[in-house]
């Protein structure tokens, strides 16, 4: 498989990284992967479950504080609206 040529270091290191592993996936599938391979690929798999599992948690939290937040300024503007309008009512303004 022939790549374009990557403009950046960053999406060169993608390039490599996908290219590496579908080395390995080859490898695995005809068994001719070494053990370091297959422990590596172990634990990358760990390693990522992992992190995916941290970061919904905090997306969740940051949702759930987001969400708080919007309620919370729901009900100040009610409350700011009911103050204005009793206000109104006390100066006679109807």
Known sequence: MRLPPARTRERRTQQLVVL??????????????????VTAVLRLGTAQELANVERIKAQTEYLKAQRAKAES?????EMFKEAMEAMSRYAGDS
């Open 20 to 37: 590496a592993e579908g080395l390995v996936e080859e490898r695995l599938r005809t068994g001719t992967a070494s053990p370091t391979e």
């Open 73 to 77: 300024e729901t009900v100040r503007e």
